[in-house]
């Protein structure tokens, strides 16, 4: 079935074919019913954290505590992947994440911290991704649980990012919002990245892979956006789960198309807030 996927991936990517993909894709863009989904994975997109080794290392030079908003977490498996991340790459920061989710039992999940494959700890791991695995989880049986010095410095709770009482403003250094904006209905996906955006200090990095691309590349420019322009290819490949799927589902993700001159904007999923100066 994978290989089926990975050979319909490449085929429509195919210079020649790039066009039929791009309008099955709009068509089921348009008929399919959106619905969301707490399918993720550990270990999802590494190459994406790298970039605190790269253009965002400021938040990881040991000058202040680093706080850190991850909101759709489903199962917990990013917040925790971030969080092993973090302290194999740089033991000396200080950190905490704050991390929720509308869906109640994969939060409960979530908070138990204990993990297979059916809550996205897929074996084996890939060998850049054993390392901070090593880190984060003690083996108990066909189980792995989150070690204790990291389970305590992830905060997971039960959260709407769109309810009337959501009101984290300017608290977060990063704010990681992934693979849910793209199940919503455009005057959602808005609020709801207004209400990321507003949750990230000034100067701050958002993370918002998995939304629709053209209502992402209006947002940016409406909220004044600056698109961190860092292997912005590496990241986009690197989502193997939507990038697989293209162009069947309407949360698919496109290749990548050089000739568009919002490239950036459009390809990027990390950005930086306004730093108010
Ligand atoms: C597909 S999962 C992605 C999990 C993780 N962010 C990742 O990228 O692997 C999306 C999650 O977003 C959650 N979600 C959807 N709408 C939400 C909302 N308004 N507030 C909080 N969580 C929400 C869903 O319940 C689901 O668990």
Redesign the pocket.
Known sequence: MSRRIKFNQRLFDLPPLRGLGRSIHSRRATRQVRF??????FF?NLKQFEALQGPLAQFVDGQAPLRIL?????FG??AYSLAGYLAVEFPQVQWTIDA????QP?VAVAQRAVYGPRHGLAEPLESTARRYADRLFERKGEERTIVPDIRKRVEVSH????ADDFTAKHCYDLV?A???LV?MNKQDATE?FARIVAAAKPGGAIFVG?MDLDTKVELIKSHHLTPVDWEIETIHDSDEMRRSAWPWGYWTLEPLDRSRSDFTARYSTIFRTCSGE
């Not at 969301?36 to 994975?41: D, G, L, N, W």
């Not at 929720?100 to 869906?103: L, Q």
Request: aromatic share 6%; glycine share 10%; with cysteine.
């Open positions: 969301q989904s707490t399918a993720t994975r999802r991850v909101a759709g977490c489903s498996c990013e929720f989710d509308i869906a994969a959260g709407d990012l769109l990681l992934q693979n849910f199940h709801a998995g």
